[in-house]
Every structure is written in structure tokens, then in C-alpha cells.
């Protein structure tokens, strides 16, 4: 399992909106079959800052399944209009 960790920075005052775009449009990546799960988080001190972890079973499900899929096209066209600056993504491994 591999998690997949963002930092959405909202534009200032469309937080709401962004929450509600949010819920409709998570199905586009948590139907495909390498997406395990995911949760976003609003920052408590931050206003319009949020974290994104989503579990992938592979970073290529991420990485080639996903992004170039027609989903994540629709996923970009829904919700990438909401962010300032562009959120930086990370995949994660454990530590043993």
C-alpha cells in the first residue's frame, strides 16, 4: 500500500465550494481498482489549506492508472480550478 499525501491550497473564500465539489467528484478516483482508499482533512490553524492521503496498492495505479485515465481528466477539470498554488504530491512508503 502505498499512500499518497497532498496539500490543497484553496483560493481564499471558496473553501465551501470546494468542499462541495469535493464529495461528488471522489468516486472518479476511489472506483478505480488500485485506488484502496482516501480522506481529505481541513487544516485546523490554516484556513483553505487541505490534506489529501489516498492509499494506492502500486504508485504506477497512481501514477499511470489514474492520471491517465479519462477520470482524472474529469477530476482535474472539477477541482484543480480551486487550488493557489498547484498542491505538490507525494507517495509514501513505511518504516520499519
Do not use: N
Request: charged fraction near 25%; hydrophobic fraction near 35%.
Amino acid at each position: 500500500m502505498i499512500p499518497k499525501a497532498a496539500i490543497l491550497s484553496v483560493q481564499p473564500g471558496r473553501e465551501r465550494e470546494f468542499e462541495r465539489a469535493f464529495a461528488p467528484v471522489s468516486p472518479l478516483m476511489t472506483s478505480r481498482e488500485d485506488c484502496l482508499s482516501h480522506e481529505v482533512h481541513r487544516c485546523i490553524e490554516t484556513q483553505g489549506k487541505y490534506l489529501l492521503v489516498v492509499r494506492w496498492r502500486t504508485v504506477e495505479g497512481h501514477t499511470v492508472g489514474f492520471r491517465q485515465s479519462a477520470a482524472c481528466q474529469e477530476w482535474k477539470r472539477l477541482l484543480h480550478p480551486f487550488y493557489e498554488p498547484f498542491p505538490t504530491v507525494e507517495h509514501f512508503t513505511g518504516v520499519r
